[in-house]
């Protein structure tokens, strides 16, 4: 006879699946999220910080400011990402993420990048009885510290909380957590190459414990007209799961274009990605499709 799953043994094992899944999409949009100045030290026009100088191209320009974390642009993208064959009945799990972006001058000399993640998450059927379930997930608020004045690496820090918004134990971690964050990035030529990481610890004292490991790595090569190439995995670690099922760690990437529709300028872009480690339960496939307006000075 089938052992049926007791309250806390299902509880233990959705949990896991939720860990997982915040594992790979928790997160998604800080590439191209997470916004201060790269401004020149000389005070020259520089490509890639997010403001439009006389003379500048603004599809050039704005291209690279989105693939930019630490560029002065204000933006508001909606990034849905979706992993198939996830869960026993191997269904898509889906998140959208609605990042609104807010860079602030503290002084002459430091910037600081606000950025709210709402997710919208849909998880599918766990097991008997634990049908899919959609709703608002874990609010995660990240303010960044960056130099105004950088030099050829750009660079910001600060804190990352997870706010416990979620409407149910499976669209989230529903605890409190903090901690570190870190952006470097450089733009030789055409590139834009970069990393950012960031780790969570629980600090409410509740029933879940998280001890996330993020990194997203990222490199964009800029053709012409506004469109790019992009590869920007999120690689991460849940230190609370089993050894089998602590990584997910994918590769691939997409395409994308930056274009005007009137005069609102906008980012699109479509990536897919192939899991070559993640927890059990994680299907090998996924993809992020980002619509990002942005509002330029």
């Known amino acids: 006879m089938m ?14 699946l939720v860990m997982a899944v915040a594992a790979f999409t928790l997160m998604m949009g800080v590439f191209g999220s997470v916004y201060a100045s790269p401004s020149s030290t000389s005070g020259e026009p520089v490509l890639g910080d997010g403001i439009i100088d006389p003379g500048e191209d603004e599809m050039a320009e704005l291209a690279r400011a989105v693939q930019n974390p630490v560029a002065n642009l204000i933006s508001l993208p909606f990034q849905n990402n979706t992993t198939f064959k996830v869960g026993p ?24 990048i606000t950025r709210t993640i709402i997710p919208i998450v849909s998880v599918p ?12 997930g874990d609010i995660v608020f990240t303010a960044f510290a960056s130099p105004a004045k950088p030099g050829k690496v750009i660079w910001g820090a600060g804190p990352a909380v997870n706010i416990p918004t979620s409407t149910d134990d499976r669209l989230g971690a529903g605890e409190w957590a903090l901690g570190p964050s ?29 001890n996330f490991t993020f990194s997203q790595w990222f490199a964009n090569y800029n053709l012409d007209d506004g469109w790019y190439l992009i590869s920007a995995p999120i690689i991460t670690a849940n230190w609370e799961a ?18 005007t529709v009137g005069k609102q300028p906008v980012n699109l872009n479509a990536q897919v990605y192939y899991n070559l480690e993640a927890p059990q339960g994680i299907g090998d496939w996924g993809s992020r499709i980002q619509l990002q307006l942005m509002f330029p000075k």
């Open 3 to 16: 052992h049926e799953l007791s309250n806390k043994e299902r509880k233990v094992k959705n949990g896991e």
């Open 89 to 112: 009945e191997e269904e898509p799990l889906n998140v959208l993420n609605i990042q609104p972006v807010w860079p602030f001058k503290m002084s002459e000399d430091w910037n600081l």
């Open 125 to 136: 059927k766990l097991g008997p009885g634990v049908d899919r379930k959609t709703g608002l």
């Open 182 to 210: 870190a952006v470097v990035l450089a733009m030789p030529g055409n590139w834009v190459v970069g990393g950012l990481v960031n780790h969570l610890w629980d600090v409410g004292g509740g029933d879940t414990s998280i």
């Open 242 to 259: 089993s050894s089998g099922n602590r990584w997910t760690v994918p590769i691939g990437g997409g395409v994308g274009k930056v274009f």
